[in-house]
């Protein structure tokens, strides 16, 4: 629910949403360099669309694309 609701977001090209220390945080690839609010911004209308339990503690910006798979999924297990 999170990463569907990310993906459709505005600048996001791909997605991940992971657990850290306890927390949620979303690795986002951007389409193209964003300003330095977008994060705050995208991090807001998220977690506007979600239930308290489910909201996005942050948003991690990749430089890189994400590794994936011959199938086109992202190799998850690659990013802690």
């Given at each position: 629910e999170i990463e569907?609701?990310?993906?459709?977001?505005?600048g996001v090209a791909d997605c991940l949403v992971l657990s850290r220390s306890g927390k949620i945080v979303a690795l986002v690839r951007t389409t193209e360099e964003m300003p330095?609010?977008?994060s705050a911004?995208?991090?807001q209308?998220?977690?506007?669309l979600l239930p308290v339990y489910s909201r996005v503690a942050a948003i991690e910006?990749?430089?890189e694309d994400f590794s994936k798979t011959p199938k086109n999924s992202i190799?998850?297990?690659?990013?802690k």
């Open positions: 569907s609701n990310l993906s459709i977001m505005e330095e609010e977008w911004q995208t991090l209308a998220l977690n506007a910006i990749m430089k190799r998850r297990h690659l990013y």
